[in-house]
């Protein structure tokens, strides 16, 4: 099996990251946003989901963390992407349920190439420590958006911002390990495609 791998750098005069994925990693990370609370998103991200990231992001955070937060969407979905080539022998569909305390969590993704992201997810809470909740949203979006991924996201319960965020995360990357596995040596699809 050729090694699932992807390195991509973006610049703008928002932002400028670099990172570097393995998707068939053991959950090493080395994380930097410039966001306390997104670096631990990420880094448990990472840990759960069993890649291998390394990033590096300097924004405009003395505006706020949009640019950031959402440029880190675009540059992870795009590293999937690469990194997956033609997606040949991968599930291609992830599912998972995951309890966080006294929040739980569903997550569903399909690799199909297609995007849609569905954020069913209130956020009780504005802010964790110095992150947007708002942004966990965009996040997702813009990782969806570039990944070429159907990912839909349901909160069934929870009251505790902090715990919803983090299921959130650890749940999307249980759910991308499930369908990014390699069963086979086909293209999951009738159409030849993904």
């Known amino acids: 099996m050729a090694e699932r791998k992807s390195s991509i750098s973006r610049k ?27 670096n631990h998103m990420l880094e448990l991200f990472t840990r759960h989901g069993g890649f291998d990231i390394e990033l590096k992001a300097r924004g405009d955070l003395h505006i706020d963390g949009h640019h950031t937060a959402e440029d880190i969407g675009i540059v992870l979905g795009d590293a999937f992407r690469e990194a997956l080539g033609d997606k040949r022998g991968i599930r291609r569909y992830g599912f998972f349920l995951l309890p966080m305390d006294e929040t739980l969590i569903e997550c569903a993704v399909d690799f199909s190439g297609r995007t849609y992201l569905n954020f069913d997810a209130d956020i009780p809470a504005e802010k964790v420590g110095d992150f947007d909740t708002e942004l966990t949203e965009e996040f997702f979006k813009a990782f969806a958006d570039r990944a070429g991924i159907n990912l839909h996201i349901i909160k ?17 990357a249980r759910a991308i390990k499930d369908a990014v596995r390699i069963e ?7 159409k030849g495609t993904l």
């Not at 670099?18 to 306390?36: C, E, F, H, Q, R």
């Not at 086979?184 to 009738?190: A, C, H, I």
Request: hydrophobic share 30%; glycine share 14%.
């Open 12 to 38: 703008t005069t928002e932002t400028e990251i670099a990172l570097t994925l393995n998707v068939d990693g053991g959950g090493k990370y080395s994380v930097d946003t410039g966001i306390g609370f997104l």
């Open 156 to 172: 069934r319960y929870g009251r505790n911002t902090h715990h919803i965020i983090e299921g959130i995360f650890k749940c999307v």
């Open 184 to 190: 086979s040596d086909q293209v999951m699809s009738t």
